[in-house]
């Protein structure tokens, strides 16, 4: 549900230094979706486009044009996350919408967690409400300090904590919610009193707490929170939203006989009693209809495969291909940008692109459609009933009529007529003794 009273502010202008890669880090994929694209969806889910800002540097200028509808905002130094919330100070300065802070690198940011921090907010009348993750596992994150009373103090940064403060299990996950004139006057008070010299964003909460302003926090999961800074956690990121998918899919009665090892991609769509065994790989725009069985080591991408459909063991599916109801793709069959019909079968060693084929066609062992030139897209087509051979290359543009069949080993460059038997053979030479007279 959109909330309209809301505004956000989108963190995206970090150097992206541990990330150890030569693009941003909010650009890297979790299911086939960037990082960024994680966060965007989950907000739209909240909050109306118009009220999101996203402060990014100059060199992730091309993102404006990605994203037309979006509000971006540029910090042209990397002087801290305090100085990029000013560098936006034109999207809040006018506005009395609350306004809730995050970074583009925290892909599981969802509604329920938003929609708890306004909860507690209205509830106690909090002029901040912090999102804080309590964990006692090894990490850089921000220790929250509290007071006797569980009041928030401040936020005391990883590098310049103490070794005491470095023990505190509760930790900062970085996200908060504010009242839009209460980040107005604290905004401007942020010094660089720290060993970095950089413009604290949590410095708000101690200056809070001067100001009288009332501070609270609400916990949340640690993996919803996950800030993908690493290799080493854009990993966890990836296994955490593998494993959401593969419960999605054995809920909506999938079977995956290894679940840990099929991997989904984030617009993959599965129907009922779909069987998949294991080392399955789904790419973008995948989708399986009913009782379809995916065997070992596929990979498949831009495919559709309708019921009953059986593709593999080792069987790879490229963009634009459709495998029609009760058609076998087999062991390492390659298809890409094709029509197989219904009751086809293609069961061993093929390769078939840019191609159309009928009902009932089966296709032997070995058989590749190829093109004259190399160049040009020519289409084969492949009528009903026909049956190919195996080892027959078959060189488009070329089109076999109803019926007909090819020759195991021909090449074939000409059309075949219905119910005809194509033929191509080059003349046998045979060498009497010749490994006897042959010299040594």
């Known amino acids: 549900m959109i909330n309209n009273s809301l505004k956000t502010i989108i963190l995206a202008a970090g150097e992206s230094k541990r990330i150890l890669s030569s693009k941003s880090k909010i650009l890297h994929t979790i299911g086939g979706k960037t990082i960024l694209e994680h966060v965007l969806d989950n907000m739209k889910k909240v909050i109306n486009?118009?009220?999101?800002?996203?402060?990014?540097?100059?060199?992730?200028?091309?993102?404006?044009?990605?994203?037309?509808?979006?509000?971006?905002?540029?910090?042209?130094?990397?002087?801290?996350?305090?100085?990029?919330?000013?560098?936006?100070?034109?999207?809040?300065?006018?506005?009395?919408?609350?306004?809730?802070?995050?970074?583009?690198?925290?892909?599981?940011?969802?509604?329920?967690?938003?929609?708890?921090?306004?909860?507690?907010?209205?509830?106690?009348?909090?002029?901040?409400?912090?999102?804080?993750?309590?964990?006692?596992?090894?990490?850089?994150?921000?220790?929250?300090?509290?007071?006797?009373?569980?009041?928030?103090?401040?936020?005391?940064?990883?590098?310049?904590?103490?070794?005491?403060?470095?023990?505190v299990a509760l930790c900062n996950s970085g996200i908060m919610l504010l009242k839009s004139e209460v980040l107005k006057k604290l905004i401007i008070k942020v010094r660089p009193r720290n060993k970095k010299k950089e413009?604290?964003?949590?410095?708000?909460?101690?200056?809070?707490?001067?100001?009288?302003?009332?501070?609270?926090?609400?916990?949340?999961?640690?993996?919803?929170?996950?800030?993908?800074?690493?290799?080493?956690?854009?990993?966890?990121?990836?296994?955490?939203?593998?494993?959401?998918?593969?419960?999605?899919?054995?809920?909506?009665?999938?079977?995956?006989?290894?679940?840990?090892?099929?991997?989904?991609?984030?617009?993959?769509?599965?129907?009922?009693?779909?069987?998949?065994?294991?080392?399955?790989?789904?790419?973008?725009?995948?989708?399986?209809?009913?009782?379809?069985?995916?065997?070992?080591?596929?990979?498949?991408?831009?495919?559709?495969?309708?019921?009953?459909?059986?593709?593999?063991?080792?069987?790879?599916?490229?963009?634009?291909?459709?495998?029609?109801?009760?058609?076998?793709?087999?062991?390492f069959v390659e298809i890409k940008k094709s029509n197989i019909k219904k009751n086809s079968k293609i069961n061993h060693l093929s390769y078939l692109g840019d191609s159309k084929v009928g009902e009932n066609v089966n296709v032997g062992a070995g058989v590749i459609t190829c093109n004259y030139d190399g160049i040009k897209k020519n289409k084969t087509i492949i009528n009903d009933n026909v049956f190919v051979g195996s080892n027959v290359s078959l060189v488009a543009p070329i089109k076999l009529g109803k019926s007909s069949i090819v020759g195991a080993g021909s090449v074939i460059t000409q059309s075949v007529k219905e119910k005809a038997l194509a033929v191509e053979r080059n003349l046998q030479k045979t060498f009497p003794n010749y490994r006897k007279n042959r010299k040594k």
């Open 49 to 167: 486009k118009k009220n999101i800002n996203i402060v990014i540097s100059p060199k992730l200028n091309k993102l404006k044009n990605e994203y037309k509808k979006i509000v971006f905002s540029f910090q042209k130094s990397p002087l801290g996350t305090a100085h990029a919330v000013l560098a936006c100070k034109n999207f809040y300065s006018k506005s009395k919408k609350d306004i809730l802070i995050l970074y583009a690198d925290n892909p599981f940011i969802d509604q329920e967690i938003i929609k708890n921090m306004v909860n507690l907010k209205k509830k106690n009348n909090s002029d901040i409400v912090l999102l804080a993750v309590n964990t006692n596992k090894k990490n850089e994150y921000g220790r929250i300090l509290l007071d006797k009373e569980d009041k928030v103090k401040k936020i005391v940064e990883f590098k310049d904590a103490t070794n005491d403060q470095k023990k």
């Open 199 to 331: 413009y604290y964003l949590t410095d708000i909460i101690e200056l809070a707490n001067k100001n009288s302003f009332k501070v609270d926090y609400i916990k949340s999961n640690f993996l919803k929170t996950l800030g993908v800074n690493t290799k080493q956690e854009l990993a966890i990121a990836e296994e955490c939203f593998q494993n959401t998918l593969r419960e999605k899919f054995i809920s909506e009665g999938v079977k995956l006989l290894d679940p840990k090892n099929v991997f989904f991609n984030h617009d993959t769509k599965i129907g009922k009693d779909v069987i998949i065994e294991p080392n399955v790989f789904f790419g973008p725009d995948v989708t399986i209809k009913n009782n379809v069985h995916i065997k070992a080591f596929s990979h498949l991408e831009g495919a559709k495969i309708l019921d009953n459909a059986i593709i593999g063991p080792f069987a790879r599916l490229r963009p634009g291909t459709v495998i029609g109801p009760n058609s076998h793709i087999g062991n």
